[in-house]
């Protein structure tokens, strides 16, 4: 299968490229740099030991994209490319709704113009509310709190409909749970511009000494600890579950939504204190107010991708932990260095 990859020079796209190789696929790689650097590209080739096509584009050019499109002739598209920060898109919604939902418009309209039958969309367990039932199904109810969450919920809803009257074509919408980790290699791994927003990112850059202290952010939840309670899933279980999420696409019609998280959730101090059992390093912490928004337990129910995609994630927290600390001693400043 030839897959166009949008956003495959980020975190989940460079480790899902990885994956697509190592399964047979034929990849075509587009991204504006908007997040991420060149170094990742290069970086998975020598991983696979392959060359493949990358053009920098922003996909939100129709003419770019339509271009790519007539030159390399993909089956599938996996579109990873959008802005993710929580915080940022409260303060440039407008630049979020653009970027995210334009794109994602014109990849429907180019894939229905050249052809393209199938999807495999980036979604997000934030598009569920937060007064659910714990674990979240794909049932549970949908609701947003913030602009970069309204806008996996209504790309969701556009590539439903679209889908839908299209006919003959289909649709995976990948509501991914909290990705961590990094390729066993330590040469890609996430790669946060600025303070890092996200726990793992920030605990890992207070260990090598970047900050004084991890904040952790409420410690008077309804949980064991007292601290929130994710549903932590490493990026290498993320990129197999794009693999059998193209396997499924190409069986079926119309748009289907799957968790992929491991079911099982982890605190910030478990995840503090088996982080530095696992690396042999202290991780200086304080307790501080709970960040605005935050909801105390958050975790999948994966078995409809148990059953229907014939994917589990395997990685356990201790590799995860491991992974994201040689990628963060071998590349003190990301792809910087
Ligand atoms: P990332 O920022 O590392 O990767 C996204 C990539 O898309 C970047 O390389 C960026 O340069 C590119 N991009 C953005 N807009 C573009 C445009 N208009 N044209 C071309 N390229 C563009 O993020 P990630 O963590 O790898 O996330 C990948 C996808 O998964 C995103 O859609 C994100 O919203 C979603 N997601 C991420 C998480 C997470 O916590 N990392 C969780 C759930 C869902
Ligand atoms: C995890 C836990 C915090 C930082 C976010 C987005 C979500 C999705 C994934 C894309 C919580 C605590 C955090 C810190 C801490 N992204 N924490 N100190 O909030 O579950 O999800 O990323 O779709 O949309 O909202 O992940 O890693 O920010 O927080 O104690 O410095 O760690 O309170 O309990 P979150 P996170």
């Not at 096509?53 to 770019?64: G, L, R, S, V, W």
């Not at 330590?186 to 207070?206: A, F, M, R």
């Not at 991890?214 to 549903?231: C, E, F, Q, S």
Request: with cysteine; proline share 5%.
């Amino acid at each position: 299968m030839k897959v166009l990859v949008t956003g495959g020079a980020g975190y989940i796209g460079s480790h899902t490229c990885v994956e697509l190789i190592k399964n047979g696929h034929e990849i075509v790689v587009v991204d504006n740099f908007a997040n991420s650097h060149p170094k990742a590209i290069e970086r998975v080739k020598a991983i696979v030991g392959k060359d493949f096509p990358f053009i920098e584009i922003n996909i939100c050019d129709t003419e770019a994209l339509d271009k790519v499109c007539a030159d390399h002739k993909p089956d599938c598209v996996i579109h990873f490319a959008g802005l993710k920060a929580v915080a940022e898109s409260v303060s440039i919604p407008l630049n979020y709704y653009e970027n995210n939902i334009v794109s994602t418009i014109n990849l429907l309209r180019a894939m229905e113009k050249h052809g393209i039958k199938h999807l495999i969309f980036s979604s997000s367990a934030t598009v569920y509310r937060a007064d659910n039932e714990m674990p979240l199904t794909e049932d549970s109810t949908r609701g947003c709190t913030n602009p970069y969450g309204w806008t996996k919920y209504m790309c969701e809803q556009i590539i439903t409909d679209a889908v839908k009257a299209r006919g003959n074509c289909s649709a995976v919408l990948l509501r991914y749970f909290n990705p961590i980790g990094a390729h066993e290699s330590g040469t890609i791994g996430e790669d946060p511009s600025g303070v890092p927003n996200n726990l793992l990112p920030y605990l890992s850059q207070t260990a090598v000494g970047k900050h004084k202290e991890l904040p952790v952010t409420g410690a008077d939840y309804d949980t064991p600890d007292g601290t929130g309670i994710r549903d932590y899933i490493h990026v290498s279980d993320l990129a197999t579950g794009h693999v059998a999420a193209i396997e499924y696409a190409t069986k079926v019609e119309g748009a289907h939504p799957f968790n992929l998280g491991t079911g099982k959730g982890t605190s910030v101090l478990e995840m503090i204190h088996t982080f530095e059992k696992v690396n042999g390093v202290k991780v200086p912490y304080r307790i501080t107010d709970r960040r605005p928004g935050d909801s105390g337990v958050s975790y999948a129910d994966p078995a409809k991708a148990h059953e229907l995609l014939n994917w589990k994630a395997v990685k356990t927290p201790e590799e995860a932990y491991a992974d994201t600390w040689r990628w963060q001693t071998n590349n003190p400043n990301g792809y910087q260095d």
